[in-house]
T-cell receptor
């Protein structure tokens, strides 16, 4: 079984400061990891993914995430937060060698609030 | 940029009735999915669909649910004999072949009265 933990329900950060949203995962074998963002009354919008290769992946809107296999983590980061980054962020995982199984397992989400 | 579109955006139905939620996936995508999100809870996988058949389904996806791709563009989720606990946001998603991200629609909010 695969699972994702987002230990913080809420993260507050001042505009211009760096932000980190934490994610740890559990999966059999190698993981495919994803971050999505959800704005009010909207669907999940893809931000970035880790499939293989460099542990630091870059995505949309200046976000990046660092894959750490030993700590089974995939934390989302941004060097300088914007008020417009305020939204609900979801981490998701699926097993790399899963054949036809492509279901994503999501974390419970972290509400990011960037304060002006 | 191509998008996944879902209709209706909000559906209100009496308990016991049947509902059909509709989705138009991104045109060159091959894999289609339904997820749901009960208010305040996690996004949960329901079912995936490939090559005109279900490729995997969760424990939630029981005989009450069915999916269909009636033509080359639409992908539907049917819920029979709706229950109060079926009230949720239902998201459709689609993806290309390979380890590509799933792209989500804006969802249908289903309210069972």
């Amino acid at each position: 079984a695969q699972s994702v933990a987002q230990p913080e329900d809420q993260v507050n950060v001042a505009e211009g400061n760096p932000l980190t949203v934490k994610c740890t995962y559990s999966v059999s074998g190698n993981p495919y990891l994803f971050w999505y963002v959800q704005y009010p009354n909207r669907g999940l919008q893809f931000l970035l993914k880790y499939i293989t290769g460099d542990n630091l992946v870059k995505g949309s809107y200046g976000f990046e995430a660092e894959f750490n296999k030993s700590q089974t983590s995939f934390h989302l980061k941004k060097p300088s937060a914007l008020v417009s980054d305020s939204a609900l962020y979801f981490c998701a995982v699926r097993a790399a060698l899963s054949g036809s199984a492509r279901q994503l397992t999501f974390g419970s989400g972290t509400q990011l609030t960037v304060l002006p | 940029e191509p998008e996944v579109t879902q209709t209706p955006s909000h559906q209100v139905t009496q308990m016991g009735q049947e509902v059909i939620l509709r989705c138009v996936p991104i045109s060159n995508h091959l894999y289609f999915y339904w997820y749901r999100q009960i208010l305040g809870q996690k996004v949960e996988f329901l079912v995936s669909f490939y090559n005109n058949e279900i490729s995997e389904k969760s424990e939630i996806f029981d005989d009450q649910f069915s999916v269909e791709r009636p033509d080359g563009s639409n992908f539907t989720l049917k819920i029979r004999s709706t229950k109060l606990e079926d009230s949720a946001m239902y998201f459709c998603a689609s993806s290309e072949r390979g380890p590509q991200p799933q792209h989500f629609g804006d969802g249908t909010r289903l309210s069972i009265l």
